[in-house]
Structures are given as C-alpha cells and as structure tokens.
C-alpha cells in the first residue's frame, strides 16, 4: 500500500522528522526532507542512506512559500510523485507574555503556523494527483495552555484548526489529512539533550511508527485529529 511511494517531511534533520524518515525508509517509502542548514541537510542525507538510497535532502525554511515550492519542484523531478506530506518544522519560545518579544512571535507564527500552510500550498496540487495525505506535528499545546507559552500554545492551537478545516476543503479531493498532538518527545527541542532521563517519554522512533500506521489505514478510515502521549508522565 505504501511502498514505492514517496514521502516530504519538514524539518526532517533531527529529532520528530528524523525518527519519521527513518521509519518511512524502512518500509519501502521514498523520502525527502527539508531542513534550513546545508550542512545539517547533507549529514542527515548520507546518514539516512544506510536504510534507502531513496532520499533526497533539501534546504528550505518553511517560513518562505518560495522554498517550499522549490523543494516540491525538486522532489517532482527526483521521483516523478509525491504521496504524502508530513509537515513538521517548528520551534519553541518560552516566555511570559510581557516579555515576549514581537521578533520572537513571529519566529513562532511564521514556522508553525505559516510554515504548514506554505508546505501545503506548494504541495496540493501534487497530492491531488495522488489523493495523497497530508500530516501536521501540533502538539498538546494545541489544546492545553500553560504558562509562558503565549507564541507556543497560539502557533499549535493555530495549526490543529487549520489542519482540520483543510481536511474538510481537501477531502473532496480524495486527500485526507490528520493532525497529530503529541506531548512529551525526546527530542533536542527547546535546548533538551536526550539521554536516559528522557526514557519515559515519546521516542522519534514512536512518531515514526506512528505516521506508518496511520498511511497504511484503509482508505475509508480518518483519523482526523490524534492526541499521542506518554503512558506515565514524569514532572
């Protein structure tokens, strides 16, 4: 069902899309992934070739709708398809709100938010061609707020409303779409280094897993909107 088709993560060169690139590799799927610096691309790149030489790496900031239709270009012209976008890219800004700066909202805006419209908007044309899938990382901060995350819980909240009416506007098309809320992930996100402390939490190899499960749900299911979690939080 998924093999021989082809897969565009953003923000694919560490932690959430890495683990996701991984598992789509793994299983027979084309990919291509996007991160802003050349050489984090081109490392990334040689290092996923261990599991496919079906993967493209590609240097776009998700900010710049330009980028993203380059990239898209580029993966037409490598693979001749594109099945599946997973929108990933984003960062974090954890601040109190009075001293939040207006630079570092619209970091957050522009990546999160903008960012998966301008990864759709570059991609859909192509989905439609394939009634592919389109994916978005949120995350619980898409529906709990929480001190000092202003920017944070306004950019997810942002992407799990437009991941959802998008749903609707595209499944005419055959497209389905989904928007994943994970919480805790053992990622370098927000200046963490994994290491055994982060045991317990969510593991790029369980976002990858599940981004595979859910491409290779029988076409009448959809998973709409997907809250994943760790089964024991730890304060």
Do not use: C
């Not at 994916?135 to 619980?140: M, Y």
């Not at 045991?199 to 709409?224: A, C, E, F, T």
């Amino acid at each position: 069902m998924i093999q021989n088709k082809v897969a565009y993560i953003t923000g694919g060169t560490k932690g959430v899309g890495l683990g996701i690139a991984k598992i789509l590799l793994q299983n027979g799927v084309s990919v291509a992934f996007s991160g802003r610096k050349k050489e984090d691309v081109e490392k990334v790149e040689n290092e996923l070739k261990q599991y496919s030489d079906n993967v493209l790496g590609l240097i776009s900031d998700v900010k710049i709708l330009d980028n993203e239709s380059d990239a898209v270009k580029n993966i037409i012209e490598k693979f001749g398809r594109l099945d599946f976008v997973i929108a990933n890219a984003g960062l974090g800004i954890f601040k109190p709100v009075d001293e939040l700066s207006s630079e570092e909202w619209n970091d957050m805006i522009d990546t999160n938010l903008t960012g998966v419209f301008h990864t759709l908007k570059a991609s859909v044309e192509e989905l439609k061609k394939t009634e592919g899938y389109y994916i978005t990382i949120s995350s619980l901060a898409g529906a709990n707020f929480f001190e000092n995350g202003t920017g944070y819980n306004a950019s997810k909240f942002g992407v799990v409303g437009f991941t959802q009416a998008a749903m609707i506007d595209l499944r005419k098309y055959n497209i389905k779409s989904t928007v994943i809320m994970p919480g805790s992930v053992a990622t370098n996100f927000n200046g963490n280094v994994p290491s055994e402390k982060d045991d317990w939490k969510i593991q790029p190899d369980d976002m990858g897993n599940l981004v595979l499960d859910i491409l290779k749900m029988n076409p009448r299911v959809l998973p709409s909107k997907i809250e994943f979690r760790a089964t024991k939080p730890k304060s």
